[in-house]
């Protein structure tokens, strides 16, 4: 695609209950990130996938949070039991390999009631 | 943390000025990019400079790089309204997995 996709826009959830959020990266990209940004804070890097790899895992918070990425494309970041906390813009962001920029997506604003 | 941090936090100032940010980091570097966010949604990439670049330029902007002190500064010349948005520095680890590491950022108002 022209750039990175991110569904949904926004999602408001129940505390308690499970949610999904979609990344659809740049075509022929490798490398796949996931931050978290509370509002008016830095980003918090929660995971990164790199080709065939094993992903790099140390950023997720808790064992709540889990994502996969399959084929080598689309990513799901999967948080179970949603709680207040998790509320925060969750950033998706891809890019060819190391030496080059990173294309994000337009976030997931996620809201836990 | 790894984080880089920022300074300033905040910055205001009048169009037509120039508006500086600096950011620090703690591990060796591949590259330092830096990015732009209006509106706390997406990031749009500014401008890379490598690890053996010092300084970099790209429009208005001005980008140096000193690894020595693990620091860089943004400087952004004859700053517009539409200048207006937060600022964050990144660095990719010359070693280990390549995920990017944000700094704090720079929240920039540009007055009209």
């Known amino acids: 695609g022209a750039g990175v996709s991110q569904s949904p826009s926004n999602k408001v959830t129940e505390k308690g209950k499970d949610v999904e959020l979609r990344c659809d990266p740049i075509s022929g990209h490798t490398a796949l990130y996931w931050y978290r940004q509370s509002l008016g804070q830095g980003l918090e890097f929660l995971i990164y996938f790199q080709g065939n790899s094993a992903p790099d895992k140390s950023g997720l918070p808790s064992d709540r949070f889990s994502a996969e990425r399959t084929g080598g494309s689309v990513s799901t970041l999967t948080i179970q039991r949603t709680q207040q906390e998790d509320s925060a813009v969750y950033l998706c962001?891809?890019?060819?390999?190391?030496?080059?920029?990173?294309?994000f997506g337009q976030g997931t604003r996620l809201t836990v009631v | 943390s790894q984080q880089g941090e920022e300074d300033p936090q905040a910055l205001s100032i009048q169009e037509g000025e120039n508006a500086t940010m600096n950011c620090s980091y703690k591990?060796?570097?591949?590259?330092l990019q830096w990015y732009r966010q209006n509106s706390g949604r997406g990031l749009v990439h500014l401008i890379l400079?490598?690890?053996?670049?010092r300084e970099k330029h790209s429009g208005r902007l001005r980008v140096t790089l000193d690894t020595s002190k693990k620091s860089s500064s943004l400087l952004i010349t004859a700053s517009r309204a539409a200048d207006t948005a937060s600022y964050f520095c990144?660095?990719?680890?010359?070693?280990?997995?390549?995920?990017?590491?944000f700094g704090t950022g720079t929240r920039l108002k540009v007055l009209a």
């Open positions: 400079i490598r690890s053996n670049e």
């Open positions: 591990t060796s570097i591949n590259n």
């Open positions: 990144a660095t990719v680890p010359s070693s280990g997995t390549y995920k990017y590491i």
């Open positions: 962001a891809s890019s060819l390999n190391r030496n080059t920029e990173a294309f």
